[in-house]
């Protein structure tokens, strides 16, 4: 790998970086003026589809699973993808790494506003999964969607130690390759 690709690499991660603080201190979907960066904006775009699907494919389930599955596929389906690319390629698990965390956190904001019933869904009448999965237990939401915020907030932070971390390795393993093929000083010896 070029050093001019490293170096985009590096600051391809640190941004990711800024997002994952960025989903630590100011991730606040529903409240007006929210706008968040662009890349963000994107993966919630996309989750709120794989969500939606997710609804569709469990809907035979039963109702449980039908509410329950949006929430869940919106996570399984970019941890799948993780557990794909780690058995294929494991320098590469960083990108849907972070993707599931940065649906985690998506998803614990859902989970928080059970109780309270104030993020807009897609289309007026339909059901708010989570207060409907809660309803006997609301008081339960705050901290269920702690532990997702969490873990979600800890897996990109892994995500982007990850993908800085297997840059570095490389670029140290070539330095070292390449300390070991030099030429020999007085040049190259033949038998």
């Not at 985009?8 to 529903?30: A, D, E, H, R």
């Not at 939606?52 to 109702?63: I, K, V, Y």
């Not at 339960?140 to 971390?165: H, K, N, R, T, Y």
């Not at 390449?178 to 190259?188: E, I, V, Y």
Request: a neutral charge; glycine letters at 10%; charged letters at 10%.
């Amino acid at each position: 790998m070029t050093t001019a690709l490293r170096v985009i690499g590096i600051i391809f991660w640190l941004y990711l970086g800024y997002l994952t603080v960025f989903l630590m201190t100011s991730y606040t979907p529903g409240l007006p003026g929210y706008s968040p960066p662009f890349l963000l904006f994107v993966l919630d775009t996309i989750n709120l589809f794989i969500h939606e699907a997710g609804h569709l494919f469990f809907r035979l389930f039963g109702m449980w699973m039908h509410i329950i599955g949006g929430s869940f596929f919106q996570v399984a389906l970019p941890a799948a993808l993780l557990v794909v690319t780690a058995r294929q390629n494991l320098h590469q698990v960083g990108l849907p790494g972070f993707w599931v965390g940065e649906s985690m956190v998506n998803v614990s904001v859902y989970i928080r506003d059970a109780p309270h019933q104030q993020l807009k869904l897609i289309a007026k009448g339909l059901i708010h999964d989570w207060h409907w999965l809660l309803a006997d237990n609301l008081e339960a939401a705050e901290p269920l969607a702690d532990i997702v915020f969490v873990f979600g907030i800890l897996l990109c932070l892994a995500s982007v130690g990850a993908g800085i971390g297997f840059i570095v390795h490389g670029y140290l393993q070539e330095r070292r390759g390449d300390a070991g093929t030099s030429p020999a000083p007085n040049g190259p010896r033949h038998r």
